[in-house]
């Protein structure tokens, strides 16, 4: 129930911040789908390329706060691909995947980095479409010792 709980609140958060010229790019993300639009003057560049999917994800928003490295991306693939293809790019020997879980129309995948054994959470949310996704990669940057 909880979860359930604060899904739905996180679906709430992601649909009142959309913005009505959601289309990131013509073609590859219908307006329909309501995804936010990247905000002015994000820094992609340190984004690890994995979470782009080979060019494919869109950077919408880049949070670092303390320990906390936030990724807000919107994905022209169906929750069931933009899954495999996270569960592809995030693949051993680097990450180990701890948890994860795909009901088709959400998905997340909760790993664990080999090297500094910091976690990791991809959370996959399907908007008003199911052309496109949006998704939050947050990494805990810790250093360890």
Do not use: H
């Not at 995030?90 to 998905?107: D, H, Q, S, W």
């Amino acid at each position: 129930m909880a979860r359930a709980l604060a899904a739905g609140l996180l679906c709430l958060v992601a649909l009142v911040g959309c913005s009505s010229d959601a289309a990131t790019e013509e073609g590859v993300i219908p307006e329909e789908c309501g995804l936010p639009s990247p905000g002015p003057n994000v820094d992609a560049s340190g984004v690890p390329k994995q979470y782009l999917l080979d060019g494919q994800a869109i950077v919408r928003k880049v949070t670092e706060r303390n320990d906390l490295y936030v990724v807000a991306l919107n994905v022209p693939l169906t929750v069931n691909a933009s899954y495999g293809a996270y569960l592809d790019a995030l693949a051993p020997p680097r990450y180990t995947v701890i948890t994860k879980e795909n009901e088709g129309f959400e998905a997340e995948i909760y790993l664990r980095d080999a090297e500094s054994e910091n976690l990791m959470a991809v959370q996959i949310r399907q908007p008003q479409c199911v052309e496109a996704v949006s998704v939050y990669i947050t990494e805990d940057r810790r250093e360890t010792d």
